[in-house]
């Protein structure tokens, strides 16, 4: 099972960027995907998670009302569509996959994990 995220880069604050991460090995179905980060000199956080098929979901405060996840059943794969980014939203991005379907915010009730991608941000 490889979780595959891409799409990160540099941006200045007030832009946007838009990650995606591709699941292969196994479909997802039945099964909540998600989004965590890390800061340089912090630990990994939860950013947003998304239930199969897509009805429910789940932020983190400091990312509400400016990230969206979002999931394509047919292609297995997730989007994480951010605006307004500010430089603390600095990070590496990683996306994850759980067995079971509610979209926690706990990593680790998370089971699978992509490689990151770096998120950076300039003021």
């Known amino acids: 099972v490889q979780l595959q995220a891409f799409g990160g880069g540099a941006v200045q604050a007030g832009g946007s960027l838009t990650l995606s991460c591709a699941a292969s090995?196994?479909?997802?179905?039945?099964?909540?995907l998600g989004w965590f980060r890390q800061a340089p000199g912090k630990e990994r956080e939860f950013v947003a998670a998304i239930s199969w098929p897509g009805r429910s979901t789940n932020y983190a405060d400091s990312v509400k009302g400016r990230f969206t996840i979002s999931r394509d059943n047919v292609k297995n794969t997730i989007d994480l569509q951010m605006n307004n980014l500010k430089p603390e939203d600095t990070a590496v991005y990683y996306c994850?996959?759980?067995?079971?379907?509610?979209?926690?915010?706990?990593?680790?009730?998370?089971?699978?994990w992509g490689q990151g991608t770096l998120v950076t941000v300039s003021s």
């Open positions: 090995g196994r479909s997802f179905s039945n099964n909540a």
């Open positions: 994850a996959g759980r067995l079971q379907n509610w979209p926690v915010r706990s990593q680790g009730e998370y089971d699978y």
